[in-house]
């Protein structure tokens, strides 16, 4: 399964955050906190080969107002690119 969506910044280096090991929640919780860190418009990566985390990390920005800039599976395990939303 290897889903991309838009990526406009492509080459843009972001900070990242390795959850891998981690099932679910913590890869969201642990997102949520790391995203706390940033101001809104900036971005986080996300690596985590849990089995849930691509629909976890979809329903995390989708209620919380995050725009999950890109999605990809790599190898075993799962990329994302998070933008914070407005709080």
Request: charged share 25%.
């Amino acid at each position: 399964m290897k889903q991309t969506s838009k990526q406009p910044n492509q080459g843009r280096v972001y900070p990242h955050f390795d959850y891998r090991g981690l099932k679910c929640p913590l890869p969201v919780l642990k997102a949520r906190r790391a995203l706390s860190a940033y101001q809104t418009g900036e971005g986080i990566r996300i690596l985590a080969d849990d089995p849930a985390a691509p629909l976890d990390m979809t329903h995390f920005c989708d209620t919380e107002g995050h725009q999950l800039e890109a999605f990809d599976e790599v190898e075993s395990y799962f990329s994302f690119t998070i933008i914070k939303g407005a709080s």
